[in-house]
């Protein structure tokens, strides 16, 4: 049972750059979720989807974009890299976000934007 | 806004120490929890725990909700303890968003 698996687990991108960051989990949870982590800081909602079919927005959303591809997947695209966004991204996700249930990560993305 | 913080922002201990973190949180939750973030940068989910006493092992947690805070307890710690512990609050009507504290850095010396 692999939990919540991202892909890669490395990137280094030039300024302007696009890229998708892969997330999958196979625990049959509804609800999923995108951080990002900067150096000395908590954690940083970027965009979350409660359910296949719904994304919103979280707390830092600008520069990103989001695909709920199906019950499984959820991708986080940056269509035009910035330095800003260099930082250590998570994917989490939970059985029902709406009722407060533990939310599971997976091990994370470091990125850096030259 | 709704904020969630934590104390101390660091702390070292000898191993076979206990200690105890604590997270205020400014609004009702309805979704508390704790995490740890070993050296490797992994996060780990300790407790969820929106009201009431927990334990697992030598940990423990406990959330008064209607005072807004929790509280991680460690005891006899470990060198494998160290590591950053986060609380993050869900709050109602928030969709099932959580917002974390800062972290408590704890630092277990053999």
């Known amino acids: 049972n692999a939990g919540v698996t991202q892909t890669p687990k490395f990137q280094v991108l030039k300024t302007g750059q696009s890229m998708t960051l892969q997330c999958a989990q196979d625990m049959n949870h509804n609800s999923m979720y995108w951080y990002r982590q900067d150096p000395g800081m908590g954690l940083r909602l970027i965009y979350y989807?409660?359910?296949?079919?719904?994304?919103d927005k979280g707390e830092v959303p600008n520069g990103y974009n989001v695909s709920r591809l199906n019950k499984r997947e959820f991708s986080l695209r940056l269509e035009s890299a910035a330095p800003s966004q260099t930082s250590v991204y998570f994917c989490a996700s939970s059985f029902n976000g709406g009722t407060g249930q533990p939310q599971h990560f997976g091990d994370g993305t470091r990125l850096s934007i030259l | 806004g709704i904020q969630v913080e934590q104390s101390p922002p660091d702390l070292i201990l000898q191993e076979g120490a206990n200690s105890t973190l604590r997270c205020n949180f400014s609004d009702s939750v309805n979704n508390l929890q704790w995490f740890h973030q070993n050296p490797w940068g992994q996060l780990i989910n300790l407790f969820y725990?929106?009201?009431g006493t927990k334990q697992n092992g030598r940990l423990s947690a406990t959330t008064v909700a209607t005072e807004r805070y929790s509280l991680l307890y460690i005891s006899s710690s470990q060198t494998t303890d160290s590591g950053v512990y986060f609380c993050a609050g869900g709050f109602y009507n928030q969709g099932g968003k959580l917002i974390f504290g800062q972290g408590t850095e704890l630092s277990v010396k053999p």
């Open positions: 725990i929106p009201s």
């Open positions: 989807s409660a359910s296949e079919g719904t994304t």
